[in-house]
């Protein structure tokens, strides 16, 4: 089994920053890719940013230049960190990782979301 674990959201005003932690633990062999994603309300789900094995990142076009994501492999974890935030970033950010286990199954693995509410 494998669970993400995801702490750093919370509520901040407009301009500020948060980051965002998820831990990975369980039976991982390797990990192919680290992401977050994004839900606000009445919205669908949308990719936010990624880092892949080889550390290579792809970021939405609307937090471009803003936010960045990075990795401790050591500690199998991803962070974002999230700069000049603005009330549409507000929404439930899910961690996503893909992974093979030590019996070679490849699996997705969804994180259980944690709010970020930007307001004045």
């Known amino acids: 089994q494998v669970q993400l674990v995801e702490s750093g959201g919370g509520l901040v005003q407009p301009g500020e920053s948060l980051r965002l932690s998820c831990a990975a633990s369980?039976?991982?062999?390797?990990?192919?890719?680290m992401g977050w994603y994004r839900q606000a309300p009445g919205k669908q789900r949308e990719l936010v940013a990624v880092?892949?094995?080889?550390?290579?990142?792809n970021y939405a076009d609307s937090v471009k230049g803003r936010f960045t994501i990075s990795r401790d492999s050591a500690k199998d974890t991803v962070y974002l960190q999230m700069n000049s935030l603005k009330p549409e970033d507000t929404a439930v950010y899910y961690c996503?990782?893909?992974?093979?286990?030590?019996?070679?199954?490849?699996?997705?693995?969804w994180g259980q979301g944690t709010l970020v509410t930007v307001s004045s």
């Open positions: 369980g039976n991982i062999f390797s990990i192919y890719s």
């Open positions: 996503n990782t893909h992974i093979a286990t030590y019996d070679q199954i490849a699996l997705e693995v």
């Open positions: 880092i892949h094995s080889g550390g290579s990142t």
